[in-house]
């Protein structure tokens, strides 16, 4: 990366590593002796990660090391305490909280499709980040949970609105206010996971999983993404209307490409 690159540091006080091979980008939370518990510094440097992607880069995939995808905010930062190198969790501005919530939404970009790889605990900001992406692919010792309320706060991370999109308000509102776990064959059967595999198979599945992603056209998976990502919250005209657009967009493209 070039200008506004993440120096080694950054990354270490982060937990995180970032790995670009070609056109696939892994961010892998990497403090497993805190079971990849997420800190200010963590969703500050993945909205840079987002911000200095290079531009071939077309899947993302977020995963985690050691036994547990993340358990969610680091609970040192709840105490007097804190936890070294981070800003004490104290009162804040919606514009802090905003910065926060870059971290997980570049994921959403249509030129990326974001694919979290998903085993053991996702927790609170956990679960978010993997609500943050695309595709879910889980292995079967998965734990889901929202604890956000049973901390006194909310979930406020981005994760609200995808949650209440794959299972609706009342299914949401009951996960989020018991803070209750919710395990792989539930997960599978509400949409929270695409894919359930079990945890010896998970790198596989993502690859095969990544493999199909890129043998579409660039320009279609874009497309594609952005079409369905615009669905909910259009009318059936303006969907319609919205496919018309990219189908010509992309007729064009092939007709030049076989023209020339």
Partial sequence: MADGSITHAEFEQAGLRLAVDGAVATITLARPERRNALTFSTW?????????????????????????????????????????????????????????QAGYLWLRRPDIVSIAAVHGHAIGGGFQLALACDLRVVADD???????????????????????????????????????????????????????????????????LVAAILAVRPTTAVATKRLLRAAPGNTLEEQSAAERREQVALLRELAGEQSS
């Fill in 44 to 100: 500050r440097t993945l909205a840079r990660i987002g911000d200095t992607l290079p531009d071939g880069v077309r899947v993302v995939v977020v995963r985690g090391e050691g036994p547990a995808f993340s358990a969610g905010i680091d609970l040192r930062l709840f105490t007097a305490e804190g936890v070294p190198g981070e800003d004490a969790l104290a009162p804040r501005d919606e514009e802090f909280i905003h910065g926060l």
């Fill in 142 to 208: 998965v734990k889901f949970a929202m604890k956000e309320p049973a901390l006194g706060i909310v979930p406020d991370l981005t994760g609200t609105k995808p949650l209440v999109d794959i299972v609706g308000v009342p299914r949401a509102l009951e996960l989020c206010l018991t803070a209750r776990t919710v395990f792989a064959d539930e997960a599978a059967r509400l949409g929270l996971a695409e894919l359930v595999v079990p945890v010896a198979d998970l790198g596989k599945a993502v690859d095969d």
